[in-house]
Every structure is written in C-alpha cells, then in structure tokens.
C-alpha cells in the first residue's frame, strides 16, 4: 500500500499541468513543496511562483480487499483571462466531488416533484398477489 501511495504522489507531481498554465509562466518555479506519506495516510501542499497551489490529505479507510483511499482538499490557479479559481474537494466511494463558485449547480428540484416522491415514500407501493 505504502508503493501505491508514493506511486500516486510521483504521478501527480509529474502530471502534466501545461493546460492551464499561461505560455508566460512556462519559467514558474516551486516556492514550497511539503510531502508527508505513512502506510496508512499521506498529505502534500505545493506553491508555484505563478500562484497555483494546491494540497491534499488523505487516509486509508477499510482493510484488505475492502481498503481505498479516502482524500480532501483543494487548488488554486490562475486563467489565462486572469480569472482566479479556487476549488475544494472530496474523493471518496462517492468519487471525485469538487466545490468552486464558479462550477455549475444543478437546477433546484421542483415542488411538486418533491411533494411527489414524499408520498410515494409515505405510501410504497403492495405486492400484487398471483
């Protein structure tokens, strides 16, 4: 597990972020790289002199066939517009789930849906007998 942990680790710093960086920051450079990695969690923080910073920690949640890695937090970078964007997140069972003013929102559910499934939930429906 401990392999797998710093495998992540190394992919990430290695991945290639060229996408959103401005062709002016092609020269930007780390100003602090933190990395702290145990069998069982693991956290990391980085800043470039362009701005972008992010940091993440996460932990081992279950054993053997049933472990996964439970993970939280967040990163800053600026558009090539000028725009900063800053997103939070969560990675779990539930998968990747980022949080950012500027992500889009789904609709609120209408009332009368809601009113709906309250009362198919109030009133399942019965077995209809042969």
Request: proline share 8%; charged share 20%.
């Amino acid at each position: 597990m401990k392999l797998f942990l710093i495998s992540c680790l190394v992919a990430l710093a290695a991945a290639d972020v060229s996408h959103i960086v401005k062709s002016a920051d092609a020269g930007a450079q780390i100003v602090r790289q933190d990395v702290d990695v145990a069998p069982d969690q693991y956290q990391y923080a980085y800043e470039t002199s362009n701005g972008i910073s992010a940091d993440e920690q996460g932990q081992l949640k279950g054993t053997g066939q049933e472990a996964a890695i439970s993970a939280q937090g967040q990163y800053r970078y600026t558009s090539p517009e000028g725009e900063t964007y800053n997103i939070q997140y969560v990675a779990d069972e539930n998968g990747f789930q980022p949080q950012g003013a500027h992500l889009p929102t789904p609709p609120p559910i209408p009332e009368a849906i809601i009113r709906s499934l309250e009362y198919n939930r109030a009133h399942p429906e019965q077995p209809s007998k042969p």
